[in-house]
């Protein structure tokens, strides 16, 4: 069975077993074995097994890998600012993908329509 803390809002999702959710999660499927975090918000997203959403991270139209961590605070499938105009879109639409394994440093801000592997200090590889 999952675990759905006090502070935990589910609705029409698909959560599996071993799953722990403190924050809100939103049409949304997780594997078996996620946690997200007091204050994290899930949307539309795909969470695969053993992933950790943070504290606080916003996570929208994601399809996050394996093993991977969302960062405190972190933004994944956020809009598109005018601060974040290095970033190309690397897949056709808005949905963002984030590698198996890979941690996604707190506070840091993934536009959608990317696709995140991270490398040595969070640099976005292409």
Do not use: F, W
């Amino acid at each position: 069975p999952h675990y759905a803390g006090a502070d935990a809002v589910i609705s029409n999702s698909l959560v599996t077993e071993g799953c722990v959710v403190h924050g809100l999660v939103r049409h949304s499927v997780l594997y078996a074995g996620v946690r997200i975090e007091p204050g994290a918000v899930v949307e539309d997203s795909i969470i695969m097994p053993n992933s950790v959403i943070e504290r606080g991270a916003v996570v929208q139209k994601t399809i996050v890998g394996e093993n991977a961590i969302v960062g405190a605070n972190a933004q994944v499938g956020c809009e598109k600012l005018d601060t974040d105009a290095d970033y190309d879109t690397k897949l056709t639409g808005d949905i963002t993908l984030v590698a198996s394994a890979v941690r996604v440093a707190d506070g840091l801000r993934i536009p959608k329509g990317m696709v995140y592997n991270c490398g040595k200090g969070g640099e976005i590889n292409e």
